[in-house]
C-alpha cells in the first residue's frame, strides 16, 4: 500500500511541475495528425465525450491537426492504457482518453496495471455525472418506489468490480438491492445494450451516454430513471445533478428509504470513488516527455476550446452542464483524488474479495 501510495504522491508532483508551464508557446511543432487512443469500445460514455470533443481540438490546436479516434477496448480500459504507456510517441502525435476505470485500479493496485500517471501529462479534466435506471415492468415508477424492487434479482452488465461501476456497485448494496453483476462487458455501450436486450433489469450511464443513448429509452418507456450520482459541489457535498435536476441522489433515495443519511466505510468508500472517478471521469492525456512548447500549445488550445461559447453551448447538450478542470488545479485536484488511505484500501480490499472473490 505504500509503494501505491508513494506512486500518487510522485505522479502529482511530476504532473504539478509539468502543468507549471507558460501558458503560450513559440513555433510549437505539431503534429498534422494526433492519434487520440480511447480503451473502450465505441458507444460507450468515453467514446462520445472524444467524439464530441475531437472536432473542438481540430479547430483549436495550431495547424488544425487531423484528430482520429482509435478505440482499443479491454480490461476495461486497463488493455488500452497498457498499450498507450508501452508505445506512445512522445512528440504530441499520442493522446490518451481515460475513465474511473482507468483511474480505480490504478488506486488500487490492480497488477495488470502497467502503467504509471508520474509518465503522463493531462491536458484536460471533466467531471460527470450518472444515472441509474431501470426495466419498466418491475412495478417501479421512480425512486419513490424502490422498496418494490426488495428481493428481485437483478441482473447488472458490469466491466468488472474496480471500474466504473464500482462506487454504484456500493450504492446497490447499501440499498439493499440483489444486484447480480455479469462482469465482462468491453464498455459501459455493452452493458446498455444488454439492458435493451432485456438481459439486464438495472444499468447505470454517465452522463453523456445517457443524454445520447437512454433518453429516447425513457421517452419511449423502455426504461425507468431512478437516481442520479449528483456532483460535488465547491464544498466538495455531493448535490443534485444540474443535468438531472428532478431525479433524487443517491444519498437522497437511502435517506428516503432508511429514515437515516449514509454513514459508515462503506459509504465513504463510496464517497472516495466517487469524487474520484467522478469529478476526474474523462480525462486527456498525454507523454510527459512530449516537448514542452507542444504541451504549452495543447493547454493554451483547450483553455481556447472551453471559452468557445458553441462549445459551451454543444458540451451542455452533448456531455452535460459541467466545468472541465485545467492547469495547475487539476494537478493538485487529482494528488487528493488518487490518494486512498492505508484503512480505506484495507476495507474495500476485503469488500470486494468478500463480494465478488475478488482479489487486489
Sequence with gaps: MKKILNLVCASALSIS????????????????????????????????????IAPYLTKYI????????????????????????????????????????????????DKRVRYNFDKWVPLMASPTGGVVYVQPGLGVKSAADIDKLD?????????????LELPVLIAFEMLGLDVKPVFGMKSRGAGRLAFE??????????????????VDLVNNDKAIPLFSLGVLNKEGKIVRDPAFPDLPTFQ??????????PSGMEYTAYSKFFAAGFAFQKMIFIPSDTPTDVVSAYRSS???????????????????????????????????????SPELYTWISGWLKKKFDYTL
Design 17 to 52: 511541475c509539468v502543468l507549471a508551464l507558460p501558458a503560450q508557446a513559440k513555433e510549437a511543432d505539431v503534429p498534422s495528425t494526433i492519434n487520440w487512443t480511447v480503451p473502450f469500445g465505441v458507444g460507450g460514455g468515453t467514446d462520445v465525450w472524444a467524439r464530441f
Design 62 to 109: 495550431p495547424t488544425n491537426p487531423t484528430v482520429v479516434i482509435r478505440n482499443q477496448p479491454g480490461g476495461g480500459s486497463i488493455t488500452g492504457a497498457n498499450l498507450f504507456y508501452k508505445r506512445a510517441k512522445d512528440d504530441g502525435s499520442t493522446m490518451l482518453a481515460t475513465s474511473a476505470s482507468t483511474l480505480f485500479p490504478y488506486m488500487l493496485g
Design 151 to 163: 428481493g428481485m434479482t437483478l441482473p447488472f452488465g458490469s466491466q468488472g468490480p474496480t471500474r
Design 197 to 214: 436486450r432485456g438481459e439486464a433489469k438495472i444499468d447505470f450511464q454517465t452522463t453523456s451516454a445517457y443524454l445520447n443513448s437512454v
Design 252 to 261: 437522497e433515495v437511502y435517506a428516503q428509504k432508511f429514515g437515516k443519511q
Design 302 to 340: 483547450v483553455e481556447n476550446m472551453l471559452k468557445d461559447p458553441k462549445f459551451i453551448e454543444d458540451s451542455a447538450v452533448q456531455v452535460g452542464p459541467y466545468q472541465s478542470i485545467v492547469g495547475i488545479d487539476a494537478a493538485q485536484h487529482i494528488q487528493e483524488a488518487l490518494t486512498v
